[in-house]
């Protein structure tokens, strides 16, 4: 029947349903969908109720016919293959469950944390849940569900990057029904309605022996004790767990902490894949921190749940109740325990996190160092190769010049070799008298081969140094254009000087000339003339 505090609609809470594209349900031919434990009457001593183990349910209406057991309490059984598989359990089935005990809707979910999947995700599992809901003869029906997740080993044959431990989980619903007895109203007894999902083997063979041992079932078979024998089971494998991944973190960081690492030795036996393996690690210890932090506020929810719902009873032993809630209070203490050993692996996890980043840093800060010098020592021999070049390109220069002095002499000596110097008959040497012709024609041979030299570099090749833009006009322009073309090969270290943004300088006038506020002039010290942008002024 739907509920003030329902949270969804039928239409919502189908689509959520079907998010899961039919990854949730599936009825496994061979086994059981639904498994009833109940706890009635027995057929000697009427005052003496027994435990019956394994009914197997498959349609409604068998589920209908065994759900109007008297007894004071019930159990379902839901279970699946493993952990990431769908419910052994038909969708129909399911639901006709449900709806025979008025299931309030929060317990959805829960059961929307199972199903196929490929990852698990540690923000899809709730809280616990608590609702109590008023009745005519002025009783409550108290409903709860929670998911408690525990910590076993897989007895795996592991590969890289799996863990030899894995989280389950077990979904529990109570409801708690007032029922009348003798049909007085005052007297007002209660009947447990338990639907378990995914329970433990340990904790199917606890109950089993339960039921054989010369137990009083009355507090054997509590719903409290049921709750305690249920939060016990999820508690038993947390400190292996966590002791292993110290060790794990232990095993990396000592690795660490004695490696040694420097210019000279390197010792260091690390690397990415090890980054790889501690992150792995530092996800699964974040994911232990959500799990532990969520499983102690349900520890917390229980042992407060256990205490209220029992105030409004007065079917079972006050000591046997005390003990009983006592020992969920210890689990609580331990649970706390728990938590702060998880932020402690975080913070470990998270130094040797960093220590190994640190170490991957300075050796590669080592290595580039090395790569440093030896790029140092390469450019040391190629300033040298390009200094001895330098002198070779001088000396070749040299030479060069020299022979183009003498070129012109070379040709007309050879031209004129035997002509103007020959023997006479007695062995004499003899010169002609039109010696001279050899200097006349020789020497402005050379003179036109530097000026054609010097043509072809500064006019031809554009290397002659720019000259500041004048508004000059007439004869005085090209006059300052012939003097700035002859000069510039004798004074252009000293009127051209590059901008060398290294050595500061910009691109102003060059040394030595001042400009002149009010005139802009350009004066060339020790030159005999200068010149001006507003008029032209030469001399």
């Given at each position: 029947?739907?509920?003030?505090?329902?949270?969804?609609?039928?239409?919502?809470?189908?689509?959520?349903?079907?998010?899961?594209?039919?990854?949730?349900?599936?009825?496994?031919?061979?086994?059981?969908?639904?498994?009833?434990?109940?706890?009635?009457?027995?057929?000697?001593?009427?005052?003496?109720?027994?435990?019956?183990?394994?009914?197997?349910?498959?349609?409604?209406?068998?589920?209908?016919?065994?759900?109007?057991n008297?007894?004071?309490?019930?159990?379902?059984?839901?279970?699946?293959?493993?952990?990431?598989?769908?419910?052994?359990?038909?969708?129909?089935?399911?639901?006709?469950?449900?709806?025979?005990?008025?299931?309030?809707?929060?317990?959805?979910?829960?059961?929307?944390?199972?199903?196929?999947?490929?990852?698990?995700?540690?923000?899809?599992?709730?809280?616990?849940?608590?609702?109590?809901?008023?009745?005519?003869?002025?009783?409550?029906?108290f409903?709860?569900?929670?998911?408690?997740?525990?910590?076993?080993?897989?007895?795996?044959?592991?590969?890289?990057?799996?863990?030899?431990?894995?989280?389950?989980?077990?979904?529990v619903?109570?409801?708690?029904?007032?029922?009348?007895?003798?049909?007085?109203?005052?007297?007002?007894?209660?009947?447990?309605?338990?639907?378990?999902?995914?329970?433990?083997?340990?904790?199917?063979?606890?109950?089993?022996?339960?039921?054989?041992?010369?137990?009083?079932?009355?507090?054997?078979?509590?719903?409290?004790?049921?709750?305690?024998?249920?939060?016990?089971?999820?508690?038993?494998?947390?400190?292996?767990?966590?002791?292993?991944?110290?060790?794990?973190?232990?095993d990396?960081?000592?690795?660490?902490?004695?490696?040694?690492?420097?210019?000279?030795?390197?010792?260091?036996?690390?690397d990415?894949a090890?980054?790889?393996?501690?992150?792995?690690?530092?996800?699964?210890?974040?994911?232990?921190?959500?799990?532990?932090?969520?499983?102690?506020?349900?520890?917390?929810?229980?042992s407060?749940?256990?205490?209220?719902?029992?105030?409004?009873?007065?079917?079972?032993?006050?000591?046997?109740?005390?003990?009983?809630?006592?020992?969920?209070?210890?689990?609580?203490?331990?649970?706390?325990?728990?938590?702060?050993?998880?932020?402690?692996?975080?913070?470990?996890?998270?130094?040797?996190?960093?220590?190994?980043?640190?170490?991957?840093?300075?050796?590669?800060?080592?290595?580039?160092?090395?790569?440093?010098?030896?790029?140092?020592?390469?450019?040391?021999?190629?300033?040298?190769?390009?200094?001895?070049?330098?002198?070779?390109?001088?000396?070749?220069?040299?030479?060069?010049?020299?022979?183009?002095?003498?070129?012109?002499?070379?040709?007309?000596?050879?031209f004129f070799?035997?002509?103007?110097?020959?023997?006479?008959?007695?062995?004499?040497?003899?010169?002609?008298?039109?010696?001279?012709?050899?200097?006349?024609?020789?020497?402005p041979?050379?003179?036109?081969?530097?000026?054609?030299?010097?043509?072809?570099?500064?006019?031809?090749?554009g290397?002659?140094?720019?000259?500041?833009?004048?508004?000059?006009?007439?004869?005085?322009?090209?006059?300052?254009?012939?003097?700035?073309?002859?000069?510039?090969?004798?004074?252009?270290?000293?009127?051209?000087?590059?901008?060398?943004?290294?050595?500061?300088?910009?691109?102003?006038?060059?040394?030595?000339?001042?400009?002149?506020?009010?005139?802009?002039?350009?004066?060339?010290?020790?030159?005999?003339?200068?010149?001006?942008?507003?008029?032209?002024?030469?001399?």
């Amino acid at each position: 029947m739907p509920s003030y505090l329902d949270l969804y609609d039928d239409e919502t809470l189908q689509s959520r349903i079907d998010e899961k594209n039919g990854g949730l349900f599936e009825a496994c031919p061979g086994r059981p969908e639904l498994q009833l434990n109940c706890l009635s009457s027995s057929p000697s001593r009427s005052d003496v109720p027994s435990y019956a183990l394994g009914h197997a349910i498959q349609d409604v209406q068998e589920l209908q016919d065994l759900s109007n057991n008297e007894g004071p309490l019930q159990v379902y059984t839901i279970r699946h293959q493993n952990t990431w598989s769908t419910l052994d359990i038909s969708e129909t089935l399911f639901k006709g469950l449900l709806e025979r005990y008025d299931v309030f809707q929060d317990f959805w979910g829960c059961v929307l944390a199972y199903g196929v999947k490929c990852v698990e995700n540690e923000f899809d599992f709730p809280g616990c849940r608590f609702q109590s809901t008023p009745t005519s003869n002025g009783s409550n029906i108290f409903e709860s569900c929670c998911v408690l997740r525990r910590a076993e080993r897989n007895n795996r044959t592991l590969t890289k990057g799996q863990f030899p431990w894995s989280i389950r989980q077990t979904a529990v619903y109570h409801r708690r029904i007032p029922i009348e007895r003798l049909g007085d109203e005052r007297n007002i007894g209660y009947r447990s309605v338990f639907i378990i999902i995914s329970p433990s083997e340990a904790f199917e063979k606890q109950m089993e022996r339960l039921s054989t041992d010369k137990i009083d079932p009355q507090y054997a078979m509590s719903w409290q004790n049921i709750f305690r024998i249920l939060v016990s089971d999820s508690m038993k494998g947390w400190q292996g767990y966590l002791a292993w991944m110290e060790r794990e973190i232990k095993d990396h960081s000592n690795r660490l902490v004695f490696a040694t690492i420097g210019p000279e030795t390197t010792n260091l036996s690390v690397d990415f894949a090890d980054r790889q393996a501690l992150k792995r690690l530092e996800d699964r210890v974040t994911e232990v921190r959500i799990i532990l932090q969520t499983k102690q506020d349900t520890l917390q929810q229980i042992s407060q749940i256990t205490r209220k719902i029992s105030r409004h009873e007065s079917c079972v032993d006050d000591a046997a109740l005390n003990a009983i809630i006592e020992r969920l209070d210890e689990y609580v203490t331990s649970g706390n325990t728990n938590q702060q050993r998880g932020e402690a692996l975080q913070w470990r996890v998270d130094s040797v996190t960093k220590l190994l980043s640190d170490l991957l840093s300075y050796e590669d800060a080592f290595t580039l160092k090395d790569i440093g010098r030896e790029a140092q020592a390469e450019s040391k021999a190629m300033h040298e190769l390009t200094e001895k070049s330098s002198k070779d390109a001088s000396a070749v220069k040299t030479l060069t010049i020299i022979s183009l002095v003498y070129l012109p002499i070379t040709v007309v000596t050879n031209f004129f070799s035997s002509e103007f110097v020959h023997t006479t008959d007695t062995g004499n040497m003899q010169v002609s008298r039109s010696t001279w012709l050899l200097a006349v024609i020789s020497l402005p041979l050379t003179l036109l081969t530097i000026a054609c030299w010097w043509y072809w570099v500064y006019m031809r090749l554009g290397n002659l140094p720019v000259s500041p833009k004048l508004s000059l006009t007439g004869s005085s322009t090209l006059k300052v254009r012939l003097q700035d073309r002859l000069r510039s090969p004798f004074f252009r270290t000293r009127r051209s000087i590059a901008p060398d943004l290294e050595r500061g300088s910009d691109n102003g006038p060059p040394e030595g000339c001042v400009p002149s506020p009010a005139s802009r002039s350009y004066q060339m010290p020790g030159r005999g003339w200068s010149m001006e942008t507003g008029s032209t002024k030469i001399g």
